[in-house]
């Protein structure tokens, strides 16, 4: 039982573009949700996150929409650099249970080209 | 400034053996939590400890076992390995059992053979 998908486990972008990475989720008791990035051999690194009362956080090339209703997010980068190829987990989190354990999904493999 | 640390690094262990991984947690964070990667998945929780209480358990047999110490350092014990053990294994600490923002230390890759 997948509470978080990505559905796409990869995306080839070429530098300059935009890179869309899509997320849906299952469960409504999901109230927070977050964006990592890993490179190979290292651990997960926290890019951005957004809390289920907002529709839209941005941080510089960054940013990320929640749709509620279609139990749905995306990521959004641009414009996109051959850095950031990695792989990106969505992961999301019931604060209201007073404890935050991440529900991760498996991932998009992220390929920018110069 | 130190971020999550993890040792080893990695560990090839046999069948029915035990292991135990290790984690420091970032300075002031009082949460620990331990997650199995499995190569083509997402990271799964194992657990979550806080103040040395634990205040989470994911969907892990009871062969798995963890705790926290007054220093916020965390062990991840695991006993009688099986095959399916072999993954990459992570610690995030965070400021408190209530705070979404983890930080991941690098990871233990565990081979089992």
């Known amino acids: 039982d997948q509470q978080v998908k990505q559905n796409s486990p990869s995306l080839s972008v070429q530098e300059g573009r935009i890179s869309i990475l899509n997320c849906d989720y299952t469960?409504?008791?999901?109230?927070?949700f977050l964006w990592y990035k890993k490179y190979p051999a290292e651990g997960p690194t926290f890019l951005i996150s957004?809390?289920?009362?907002?529709d839209k956080n941005e941080d510089g090339r960054f940013t990320v929409f929640l749709n509620k209703s279609a139990k749905h997010l995306s990521l959004h980068i641009v414009p996109s650099q051959p850095g950031d190829s990695a792989v990106y987990f969505c992961a999301a989190s019931a604060r209201m249970t007073g404890y935050s354990t991440l529900t991760f999904g498996k991932g998009t493999m992220l390929l920018v080209s110069p | 400034d130190a971020g999550v640390t993890q040792s080893p690094t990695h560990l090839i262990k046999t069948r029915g053996q035990h292991v135990t991984l290790r984690c420091s947690p970032i300075?002031?964070?009082?949460?620990v939590s331990w997650y199995q990667q499995v190569l083509g998945q997402g990271p799964q929780f194992i657990f979550q400890y806080y103040e040395k209480e634990e205040r989470g358990r994911g969907n892990f047999p009871d062969r798995f076992s963890a705790r926290q110490f007054p220093n916020y350092s965390s062990e991840l014990n695991v006993n009688a390995l099986l095959l399916g053990d072999s993954a990459l294994y992570l610690c995030?600490?965070?400021?408190?059992?209530?705070?979404?923002?983890?930080?991941f230390g690098q990871g233990t890759r565990l081979t089992v053979v």
């Open positions: 957004i809390s289920s009362i907002k």
């Open positions: 300075s002031g964070h009082k949460s």
């Open positions: 469960n409504s008791m999901f109230d927070y």
């Open positions: 995030a600490s965070s400021l408190g059992s209530g705070s979404t923002e983890a930080f």
